[in-house]
């Protein structure tokens, strides 16, 4: 399944970002190669700048690091609810009260960044595990439809648009 296969009609216009900073790719294959860029980014850097933020309000690298984990999880459970027909209007999250409940800034980047590779590994197997028929089903959440594969390219998306976001204010 290829990123450039999505009809923007499977997302709502909120996500189209993530879809379009993936480019043209396969999902495996970017789920994969958006994992390594993001600890070879960080692993390196010193406390001091996992910690630090660039504005009143923004979050730091490791809030940052805890959000696209928390996000992940919650975008594969709705991929796993899509794909199982479940026909429920899932709720949103608000992601700054996740970040302002989550303790990023406290844990060591080593467990932030382990946590993160066991998350991705477990949203590469729930992919994986998709049929054809079940990446196309579709779902809603916090009022918007979507389909499972579209989840998988969102999930991608959204870490590298972070991961572009340390690169360009953080770093």
């Known amino acids: 399944m290829n990123s450039v296969q999505l009809d923007n ?4 216009p909120f996500y189209s970002n993530y879809i379009t900073v993936i480019g043209e790719v396969d999902l495996r294959s970017v789920l994969k190669t958006s994992l390594e860029d993001l600890i070879t980014t960080i692993k390196v850097l010193p406390e001091e700048k996992l910690t630090f933020k660039y504005a009143e309000g923004k979050w730091s690298i490791k809030e940052l690091v805890q959000h696209i984990i928390d996000a992940e999880r919650v975008l594969s459970y709705r991929a796993l609810r899509f794909s199982r027909n479940d026909a429920t209007d899932l709720p949103g999250f608000d992601e700054d009260w996740y970040v302002d ?34 990446l196309g089903k579709t779902g809603s959440a916090n009022g918007s439809d979507m389909t499972v594969r579209a989840l998988g390219f969102i999930i991608a998306g959204h870490q590298i648009h972070h991961l572009n976001i340390i690169k360009e204010r953080y770093l």
Do not use: C
């Open 101 to 134: 409940n989550s303790n990023g800034d406290e844990r060591p980047i080593k467990d932030l960044l382990e946590e993160f590779k066991l998350v991705r590994k477990a949203t590469l197997a729930l992919f994986k595990s998709f049929s054809p028929e079940m």
């Open 9 to 12: 009609s499977e997302y709502a």
